[in-house]
């Protein structure tokens, strides 16, 4: 029997904001879209624009919706084996990667940096997208 593709979907996380899912999850293996810091709202159609003025606030909620969307799909932050990152400018890679740090704990995982560039909203500073693999984290996570 083929896999199949489940829609992983969760308030806790920013709902979507065109024609994709917060993430793909076949088998074990769960792909996300985009993160992007917005604190969500919680229901479906709630108004999702707040976010921090800064990249250390920015990274704590990118990271944090990331693993709402991981918890949706049966996986945590300890199951991830790849990471992509997009930060608006050079200058913020040093914040984020101190928080990322400290929010990541021992998990290292693969993990691609993008500098420069709009991102979907105007202030948001970094947008973050992984792929994870369901019970793969580190012992005792």
Do not use: C
């Amino acid at each position: 029997m083929a896999n199949r593709q489940q829609v992983i979907s969760t308030p806790a996380a920013p709902r979507p904001r065109g024609h994709y899912s917060q993430a793909i999850r076949v088998g074990d293996t769960v792909w996300t879209a985009g993160q992007i810091p917005v604190i969500p709202s919680g229901t479906a159609d709630g108004d999702e624009t707040r976010f921090a003025p800064d990249m250390e606030g920015q990274a704590e909620q990118v990271i944090r919706n990331v693993a709402a969307v991981l918890d949706a799909a049966g996986a945590t932050l300890a199951d991830i084996v790849s990471v992509t990152v997009h930060v608006a400018d050079s200058s913020h890679w040093g914040p984020f990667n101190k928080v990322y740090a400290r929010m990541m704990g021992d998990s290292r995982p693969a993990r691609t940096v993008v500098r420069g560039g709009e991102l979907p909203i105007p202030g948001i500073l970094v947008e973050m997208s992984v792929v994870a693999v369901v019970g793969s984290g580190l012992p005792g996570d």
